[in-house]
């Protein structure tokens, strides 16, 4: 700035350059501000249509849980039922013995989650801490049966269990999936990120490798262990092709096969009971759930922080 003789200030040409500079710097931040403003939006959006996609099956589940017959009829559809009918969770429960059906499911899906810990275990903490002869290739074993489904296999394993006489037996419906390969691989990357020196302080306190394994690395990785063993847990419960195959008889079916059946109680498709029966089977799903989800979480946050 400069003084001329009329008494008027003038504004130099490096000043005015400064302050249109510094107009121009104000307005690139302002316009990053509205660009990160309008990100956050655009994410809150997306994930509330992404909540929408999976809700609302679910609430259209529930809503036609409680609605009469003729009210699942209507079209165009009412979400709300004008009065909600509990009876429907009864009538689907009185439509076959699910007491037996769901605690067949419990022991399945339970006794698998044992014997799958007893199993991958041991086996990822081999894969991952010890190099011998062969190791490699027999993870890639392990690996390529990934790739295999279980409908192809289904037959031998039906002679198999037909000829050590586990049909209809919860064992015949446990053994199949007593391990579990993606359980291997999920441990063994849990159990490679963590220091081998808390390790080698371990052998020098002369602790046996049992002992690591229960001591050390499961507490280390265990939210990756409950993530897959929710996984595993959803999967088995909601199976319905291997206990299809597997049982002739109401000794060890399980919930799935007993919700199969309400559809052929009246002989036509009774919606509402049908849609009670689902919930009745998703309701353990969703109490797991909401137990688990604190390490499913911790689960995410440990393998893209260590």
């Not at 809700?55 to 409680?66: D, E, R, V, Y």
């Not at 990822?124 to 002869?133: E, K, V």
């Not at 052929?264 to 909401?290: D, Q, R």
């Not at 688990?292 to 260590?306: D, E, L, M, N, P």
């Amino acid at each position: 700035m400069k003084a001329t003789k009329s008494g008027l200030l003038v504004e130099t040409g490096d000043a005015a350059l400064t302050r249109g500079m510094e107009g121009s710097r104000g307005n690139r931040i302002s316009l990053i501000r509205a660009g990160r403003a309008a990100l956050r939006v655009l994410n809150w959006l997306c994930m509330l249509l992404l909540v929408l996609v999976f809700a609302l099956p679910f609430g259209w589940m529930i809503s036609t849980s409680l609605k009469t017959m003729p009210e699942t009829m209507i079209f165009p559809p009412e979400w709300i039922p004008k009065q909600p009918v509990w009876q429907n969770y009864a009538d689907a429960w009185n439509t076959g013995p699910f007491l037996r059906y769901f605690m067949n499911s419990v022991i399945i899906a339970i006794g698998i989650l044992i014997c799958q810990a007893l199993t991958i275990i041991p086996a990822a903490y081999a894969f991952a801490r010890y190099q011998f002869i062969g190791s490699k290739l027999l993870f890639s074993v392990v690996m390529v049966t990934l790739m295999i489904p279980a409908q192809l296999i289904f037959l031998p394993v039906y002679l198999e269990l037909s000829a050590l006489k586990l049909l209809n037996t919860h064992l015949g419906l446990i053994l199949p999936f007593a391990s579990s390969a993606f359980g291997i691989f999920l441990l063994r990357q849990g159990f490679m990120q963590v220091p081998e020196e808390l390790i080698e302080a371990a052998r020098l306190d002369q602790a046996k490798e049992w002992k690591i394994i229960a001591k050390l690395m499961v507490p280390m990785v265990k939210p990756v262990l409950i993530t897959f063993a929710l996984f595993s847990f959803i999967a088995h419960w909601n199976d319905y092709f291997w206990p299809l195959v597997m049982t002739t008889n109401e000794t060890a079916r399980t919930l799935p096969l007993g919700i199969a059946k309400i559809r052929e109680v009246e002989g036509v498709a009774t919606w509402n009971t049908l849609m009670a029966g689902n919930l009745i089977l998703v309701a353990p799903i969703l109490v797991v759930f909401f137990f688990s989800q604190r390490h499913i979480i911790r689960a995410f946050v440990y393998s893209g922080v260590k």
